[in-house]
T-cell receptor, first 114, second 111 residues
Framework: DQQVKQNSPSLSVQEGRISILNCDYTNSMFDYFLWYKKYPAEGPTFLISISSIKDKNEDGRFTVFLNKSAKHLSLHIVPSQPGDSAVYFCAASDPAGNNRKLIWGLGTSLAVNP | DGGITQSPKYLFRKEGQNVTLSCEQNLNHDAMYWYRQDPGQGLRLIYYSQIVNDFQKGDIAEGYSVSREKKESFPLTVTSAQKNPTAFYLC??????????FGPGTRLLVL
């Protein structure tokens, strides 16, 4: 039972255009959300995060939007560059109990075409 | 040079053999995690440790064991009881709040 869902396994965009990656979650108690980027055969790299008390967080070309009522967040990359081609994982922080864990989506593979 | 080191990069296991994957960090982070990634899949939590000498099972702990004798080290042993060990193994650390930082990974293959 996936608590964090990335419904698009793959996405293809043209260089210079906007990439929008989506993530849905089911548990309204999640209070912190993160996006990671992963190249093949490497560990994920932290990109950007957002607290549930905010609805937007921006860092350079990356912006994350959070819609708590819809239990939905999205990552916008503008402008997209070929080096952005990677798998992007959405994760949610579960505050239940004394040990925080991250709940992960299955990832979306982004291809940015020159 | 701060960071997370995983060794080896590739590891081969024979049938019935236990193998140990190393994870070392000098970030002074309290929490450490082991994940497994299979092709086309997300990250699945194997074990995690919030402090030295304490660890908890994750979602897929069967066939694995860990120890946390030092803050800097969190080795993972893949035992012979793990029937499908071929995967990419990732170690992560955090201050215990939210953001986790990952090592480069170890790919385990079965001969």
């Amino acid at each position: 039972d996936q608590q964090v869902k990335q419904n698009s396994p793959s996405l293809s965009v043209q260089e210079g255009r906007i990439s929008i990656l989506n993530c849905d979650y089911t548990n309204s108690m999640f209070d912190y959300f993160l996006w990671y980027k992963k190249y093949p055969a490497e560990g994920p790299t932290f990109l950007i995060s957002i607290s549930s008390i905010k609805d937007k967080n921006e860092d350079g070309r990356f912006t994350v939007f959070l819609n708590k009522s819809a239990k939905h967040l999205s990552l916008h990359i503008v402008p997209s560059q070929p080096g952005d081609s990677a798998v992007y994982f959405c994760a949610a922080s579960d505050p239940a109990g004394n040990n925080r864990k991250l709940i992960w989506g299955l990832g979306t593979s982004l291809a940015v075409n020159p | 040079d701060g960071g997370i080191t995983q060794s080896p990069k590739y590891l081969f296991r024979k049938e019935g053999q236990n193998v140990t994957l190393s994870c070392e960090q000098n970030l002074n982070h309290d929490a450490m995690y082991w994940y497994r990634q299979d092709p086309g899949q997300g990250l699945r939590l194997i074990y995690y440790s919030q402090i030295v000498n304490d660890f908890q099972k994750g979602d897929i702990a069967e066939g694995y064991s860990v120890s946390r004798e030092k803050k800097e080290s969190f080795p993972l042993t893949v035992t012979s009881a793990q029937k499908n060990p071929t995967a990419f193994y990732l170690c992560a650390t955090s201050t215990g709040i939210e953001t986790q930082y990952f090592g480069p990974g170890t790919r385990l293959l079965v001969l």
